[in-house]
């Protein structure tokens, strides 16, 4: 997104995922395209495995790509950006605080702090309290055990099976927890609606950001102090686990921190420091950590610029499973992990940030 909220997007479309009229790769950024205009007034974005969204400030959510599991929460199997829908009044949402789009599902915070889902509920990740069909219609995420619906959820992230949300002063989270992943010390561990997560000293140093990965999750505190629960592996038989938890254990040797870096839930996690640099840790086959190597590793350590000093100046970043990218102050990219398509088709990983020359509309 630009500064006015204009969406741009580049890349695989196999599933009109750019919200384009086309199913070829975009090598360019373009933009995405409502009624056949630029879809602008952005605020927030999300990308699953095959469909995005974007929240627009006046608190409506559009999304587009596949809808085979029902995660744009509309009926319709039309690709094409359209608003979601409230399934009370058949009315498009219009009171979005927060947006989160996981694998094949789709969350949203709204107004009051109720926090709604739709899309795949295999694992229990739309917060029903188990498996259930799932679907397009927007269904309120339960407090476990109950049926109340949970409320002051707000700053929202959800990955492959569950989602968290910052409930002031802590955490909640529901879906799949059978790895720990909700961060509750209450059993059983397995589907749930929303719990608590047992973090401690919240009066003190409240959380203040939450990160969802495929089966962990962490919350930054108030401190700066990273806590993480679950359990977080590198998946290729090498270095094996990084941590496993079953309840929130804080995170040693990585800065203090301001704010979490967010994505698609893969195996690293990274953390804008006080100093706006990136902090890092956890798999890094496709350089995802940034540090010149393709060495996963337990301990956190600096993104490198190419002469070995910290990147800085950071003041965006997303990840994704095989990547990372960030904006500095005067608004340059960098990226730097497995190639894409506006990088070099086929090119071999980038190990150290490189910057990225956008040709934006």
Request: a negative charge.
């Amino acid at each position: 997104a630009r500064s006015a909220g204009l969406v741009l997007c580049g890349g695989a479309t196999d599933a009109v995922l750019l919200g384009f009229v086309t199913t070829l790769p975009r090598v360019e950024l373009a933009p995405v395209l409502v009624d056949g205009a630029p879809l602008s007034g952005a605020v927030e974005l999300g990308a699953g495995f095959r469909h995005a969204c974007a929240r627009r400030m006046d608190g409506t959510v559009l999304c587009w790509g596949d809808n085979g599991s029902g995660q744009l929460a509309r009926p319709s199997l039309a690709s094409a950006p359209a608003p979601i829908e409230d399934p009370a009044t058949g009315m498009p949402v219009s009171d979005a605080e927060s947006l989160a789009v996981g694998v094949s599902f789709t969350c949203v915070a709204r107004d009051g702090g109720g926090v709604f889902c739709a899309g795949l509920d295999n694992a229990g990740q739309l917060g029903q309290g188990a498996p259930s069909e799932g679907g397009p219609g927007l269904r309120q995420v339960l407090l476990d055990g109950t049926r109340t619906s949970v409320r002051g959820v707000s700053d929202l992230d959800v990955a492959g099976f569950h989602g968290c949300g910052l409930q002031d002063p802590g955490v909640a989270c529901w879906g799949r927890g059978d790895r720990g992943q909700l961060g509750s010390d209450a059993p059983p561990r397995d589907s749930r609606g929303a719990v608590t997560a047992a973090l401690t000293d919240l009066e003190t140093h409240p959380a203040r950001d939450v990160f969802t990965g495929f089966l962990h999750s962490c919350a930054l505190l108030a401190n700066g102090e990273l806590w993480c629960w679950g359990e977080m592996s590198d998946g290729l038989g090498g270095i094996g686990t990084f941590f496993s938890f079953d309840t929130p254990t804080r995170i040693e040797g990585l800065p203090l921190g301001r704010r979490l870096v967010k994505g698609s839930g893969g195996g690293h996690v990274c953390v804008v420091t006080e100093e706006a640099a990136l902090s890092c840790f956890g798999r890094n086959d496709g350089g995802q950590l940034g540090d010149g190597t393709t060495q996963s590793r337990v301990e956190p350590g600096f993104v490198l610029q190419a002469d070995g000093t910290p990147l800085d100046g950071v003041q965006g970043v997303a990840e994704t499973q095989v990547n990372t990218c960030a904006t500095l102050a005067f608004g340059e990219v960098y990226c730097w992990g497995a190639s894409s398509l506006w990088l070099e088709p086929m090119a071999p990983p980038r190990t150290v940030p490189t910057r990225i020359e956008l040709a934006c509309p």
